[in-house]
């Protein structure tokens, strides 16, 4: 795989396809890199143009010039990976011959007949706690110290306000800020929008302890920091994703709670919580930040309950 940090080297590694022709090579490092603002989303789909272009190399398809419907489905057809995995491979492959149509290096785009796997996803696999397992996440939290107080508040919003980590670890001090005699929090949320949402009063407590016991009312910067040194003190850096991830980890350890859970877990009990508080999907939809209510849908759990409730009726 390329170094997505030097486009000069997307080109290069995809040299079955692109590299014979100079304005083909020109309009792919543009897609990748002028294109395709999200890192996550540039990563996954250079991953899908390199695997593609290998394999047209290794079946004898020259340049991009040379490759039809049939070789995009043949690859299609191949890939030993899940469906959502596949439909995601073939949609990458789509957006990429499609903005080589654009720039007239490709008449049509090969991949715009193919058609991927059936997968149908009703509900999310994202693994949620109940309110009793959150709130006894919470209180395993020592509130005596400055990374107990940050890992309280990160909890927090990501349960109280249905934040991805991305969103929270990009955080700025002053997206804490006051209105109408509440505390709100401002999310900068994928393709650089940014989110206004309301405190609930324990967020609100949780982050007025953290930045006050932190000393930095006030101040400039990352909202949520990582730690430094033996005395766990706060740097200037944010906490990544990762950390938070370990963080959390080691949070659920210390609560007893065995659920395999992650940072989306939080998003997904907040909304599920919401609903089953008689909340509206399509409320829940614009305090999630979705597109589409289908997908918040992905992340309502409350027939998890009903499923275990009926399954001890089973009188054995």
Not at 11 to 28: F, G, I, K, N, Q
Not at 38 to 55: E, H, L, Q, V
Not at 128 to 133: I, M
Not at 163 to 192: F, I, N, P, S
Request: charged letters at 25%; a positive charge; glycine letters at 8%.
């Amino acid at each position: 795989m390329f170094d997505l940090a030097h486009p000069g080297t997307l080109a290069p590694a995809l040299p079955s396809l692109y590299t014979p022709d100079a304005e083909a090579r020109r309009r792919t490092v543009e897609f990748f890199t002028a294109h395709i603002r999200n890192a996550n989303t540039r990563k996954a789909y250079a991953r899908a143009g390199a695997d593609f272009s290998r394999w047209c190399g290794r079946h004898g398809i020259p340049d991009v010039r040379s490759v039809e419907p049939v070789h995009v489905a043949a690859n299609i057809e191949q890939l030993s990976l899940a469906p959502q995995t596949v439909k995601q491979r073939l949609a990458a492959l789509r957006a990429l011959f499609d903005w080589l149509v654009v720039g007239q290096v490709l008449p049509v785009n090969p991949a715009a007949s193919v058609r991927g796997p059936r997968h149908s996803v009703k509900v999310g696999k994202t693994p949620v706690l109940s309110a009793q397992e959150v709130r006894d996440l919470i209180a395993a939290i020592e509130t005596d110290t400055i990374i107990g107080l940050r890992d309280r508040a990160i909890i927090g919003v990501m349960v109280y306000t249905f934040a991805r980590v991305g969103a929270l670890t990009r955080m700025q001090l002053e997206d804490v800020y006051v209105q109408r005699r509440r505390l709100w929090v401002r999310l900068h949320e994928k393709g650089g929008k940014l989110h206004d949402m309301p405190c609930h009063h324990n967020l609100e407590d949780w982050l007025h302890d953290y930045i006050d016991g932190a000393d930095l009312a006030g101040a400039t910067g990352i909202l949520f920091r990582s730690a430094k040194g033996p005395t766990a003190t706060l740097s200037d850096r944010p906490v990544s994703q990762a950390d938070v991830y370990r963080m959390i980890g080691r949070r659920a350890n210390a609560a007893g709670i065995q659920t395999r859970i992650g940072c989306h877990s939080f998003r997904a009990t907040g909304i599920t919580e919401y609903l089953r508080s008689g909340g509206k999907l399509e409320i829940a939809q614009q305090m999630a930040n979705h597109e589409s209510a289908r997908t918040t849908g992905l992340y309502d759990r409350r027939g998890d309950q009903i499923k275990l409730d009926e399954v001890e009726r089973i009188a054995i």
